[in-house]
């Protein structure tokens, strides 16, 4: 995949613009052939909504988001010139009607906060990781989301082109079906956040035989969670 900068200008108000990045498959994307990667974003959105509820009502965390872009398809009618000198020099095709993926540009820190395999327990990794954990508890041990892979700006995650480890293995070539799952928990490390989340082991909501106990609240967020609004 090629990633370029860019900005969309808006029809009935040319001066307001928004910046994104567009994005390439390696060869002529048809429409349709960014279904996966969008439907990843979407089901991400919808268990982060969840899990944001999930924070509020048993850990009294109010201050956490986590979002995910809002990817949309494009089709091209039409390549500028420049853009045709650009593709020439990166030896990349253009091709006609060909489909591209517009998102939201991030601005900050990119970051990796939970990859496929494995995370930490510091206070940002903590929630990511947790929310990773909570995805395979929500859809009842079906899959788990990781790869969890964008900006943080005071305390709102906005995350991007997430991978899922599925049981049916749906979600494309980043989807390594229940092994990716065992993997993944293998390497997970639950905290105060995982409380009463079940994982694929033995389905249980104790504590895992093989890892210390989880790290308390205080160790996690030394400040304490805000207090209810």
């Known amino acids: ?17 928004t910046d994104v990045v567009v994005k390439k498959q390696q060869g002529i994307a048809k429409p349709g052939d960014w279904k996966l990667y969008i439907d990843r974003c ?11 509820r999930h924070l509020q009502t048993n850990h009294n965390f109010y201050q956490y988001k986590v ?10 009618d ?12 990166l030896k990349f095709k253009l091709g006609k009607d060909e489909a591209l993926l517009i998102e939201e540009r991030l601005h900050g820190k990119f970051v990796t906060f939970v990859t496929n395999c494995g995370s930490g327990n510091n ?22 989301f990781c790869n969890l892979q964008g900006v943080e700006d005071q305390d709102v995650f906005t995350l991007t082109n ?16 229940s092994e990716g799952i065992d993997v993944f928990f293998q390497h997970h490390v ?16 104790g504590p895992i035989s093989n890892q210390e106990p989880p790290p308390p609240y205080e160790e996690l967020f030394p400040d304490g969670p805000p207090p209810v609004p």
């Not at 105060?192 to 389905?203: G, K, M, T, Y």
């Open 67 to 76: 979002r995910f872009v809002k990817p949309i398809e494009a089709i091209i």
């Open 162 to 177: 997430p991978a899922i480890h599925s049981k049916d293995g749906t979600y494309g070539d980043t989807d390594l079906g």
């Open 190 to 205: 639950c905290t105060a956040l995982c409380i009463n989340l079940s994982r694929p082991d033995d389905d249980s909501t």
């Open 123 to 144: 206070r940002d990794i903590a929630v990511l990781s947790a929310f990773a954990h909570f995805t395979y508890h929500e859809s009842g041990g079906e899959l788990v």
């Open 1 to 17: 995949m090629r990633v370029f900068k860019g900005v969309v200008y808006h029809k009935r108000d040319y001066f307001t613009r």
């Open 78 to 89: 039409e390549w500028s010139s420049v853009t045709a000198i650009v593709a020439r020099f």
């Open 42 to 52: 979407t089901t991400g959105q919808r268990l982060a909504s969840k899990f944001i």
